[in-house]
């Protein structure tokens, strides 16, 4: 059975941080590409950050420098370190997990970055 769950959102103030992860089980975690989704209010849903097997990253150019995305296949675990947080930044953030034809997604958790 394939679980991927994330945690760690919350309530912050701007200019703070938080850090989500996302454990993964049912299936060869150390294979897959592993990625963060957000879906702000009324928009649609965009690529955040990347991490693949060979922890090459990538990231959208809004989050460059403040962002983090990183991986621990011991613990079957993704993170990301979200830094000097904006009011754009508030959304569902979404853990998505791929290997060829194999997708994963999580339910999401919310980030809410207000004064």
């Known amino acids: 059975q394939v679980h991927v769950v994330e945690s760690g959102g919350g309530l912050v103030q701007p200019g703070g941080s938080l850090r989500l992860s996302c454990a993964a089980s049912?299936?060869?975690?150390?294979?897959?590409?592993m990625s963060w989704y957000r879906q702000p209010p009324g928009k649609e849903r965009e690529l955040v950050a990347s991490?693949?097997?060979?922890?090459?990253?990538n990231y959208v150019d809004s989050v460059k420098g403040r962002f983090t995305i990183s991986r621990d296949n011991g613990k079957r675990t993704v993170y990301l370190q979200m830094n000097s947080l904006k009011s754009e930044d508030t959304a569902v953030y979404y853990c998505?997990?791929?290997?060829?034809?194999?997708?994963?997604w999580g339910q999401g958790t919310q980030v809410t970055v207000s004064s």
């Open positions: 998505y997990a791929e290997w060829g034809g194999l997708r994963f």
């Open positions: 049912g299936f060869t975690f150390v294979s897959y590409a």
């Open positions: 991490i693949n097997n060979g922890f090459s990253t």
